[in-house]
């Protein structure tokens, strides 16, 4: 059977729903889905992938990144989001970043950034 095959989503655990879905729906432009059982609520994604936010008093505490979004255009979606609000993280290792926070390895792209609990999420693409 294996996992290989199976779909797969990010849930991610933030501590104020309110505020939360701020950010995901007026920040990054996530729109739609459902409320769920667990007082989340998830929004639907490219290629029938899902994003979960849920309430946790975990929230917050990977230091790693806890979802990533694939994209056509990374330096168009980094100024897209710049222009609602988003930061973007800024490193120097394990890869640095330009002014605008977009890193290049090995011919692909990614930036980071941070919700409001502090949960890692990142851009990867051309």
Known sequence: ?????????????????????????????????????????????????????????????SESTVAGFAVDDVEATVDELSANGVSFERYEEPVKTDEKGIATFDGVKGAWMKDPDGNVLALTGQ
């Open 1 to 61: 059977m294996g996992l290989s095959s199976a779909k797969v989503g990010a849930a991610i655990a933030v501590s104020d729903m309110q505020r939360a879905r701020e950010y995901y729906e007026g920040r990054l432009g996530l729109a739609g889905g459902e409320d769920t059982g667990d007082g989340g609520h998830t929004y639907p994604c490219g290629g029938g992938t899902e994003l979960h936010i849920f309430p946790s008093a975990g929230a917050g505490k």
